[in-house]
């Protein structure tokens, strides 16, 4: 949950230099290192903007694997899942590993308020489409 704020709060911050308006998307570079399970991501998204300007808006995860290199044997794919251990599976070489630890905003889908002036009012209730989990 505290990901999913901090990502909220980075967002809003961005969109406010647009003006008003509410945010639609927003993608995040999440890698595999940070521990971060992508669903319950969403899952803290959705929690965090539900009944907000910004309820129904989504947050797309983009899974960043690490890579592993080993001096012998070159990239390494094999690994136990849940586990990080860097060594070489297949020589016992210490592996280098680069990546996966991305936990970042790469994109943000913002719809300014262009009807500022005297459209209806906001309606506060958030988008329900009915999606199942
Ligand atoms: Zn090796």
Do not use: Y
């Amino acid at each position: 949950m505290g990901i999913a704020l901090e990502i909220h709060r980075v967002c809003r911050d961005a969109a406010r230099q647009h003006g008003p308006g509410r945010i639609e998307s927003v993608r995040v570079a999440v890698g595999e290192l940070t521990a971060v399970e992508p669903e319950l991501l969403r899952f803290a998204w959705e929690a965090v903007v539900a009944g907000g300007r910004h309820a129904g808006s989504t947050l797309d995860v983009v899974w960043c694997p690490a890579t592993q290199l080993c001096s012998q044997c070159g990239d390494v794919k094999d690994r136990a899942a849940g586990s990080w251990l860097r060594i070489c599976p297949a020589c016992g070489r210490p592996l280098e590993v680069t990546g996966g630890d991305e936990l970042d905003v790469l994109e943000l889908r913002f719809t300014p308020d262009d009807d500022a002036g005297g459209a209806p009012a906001d309606d506060p209730r958030p988008n329900d489409r009915g999606d199942g989990p």
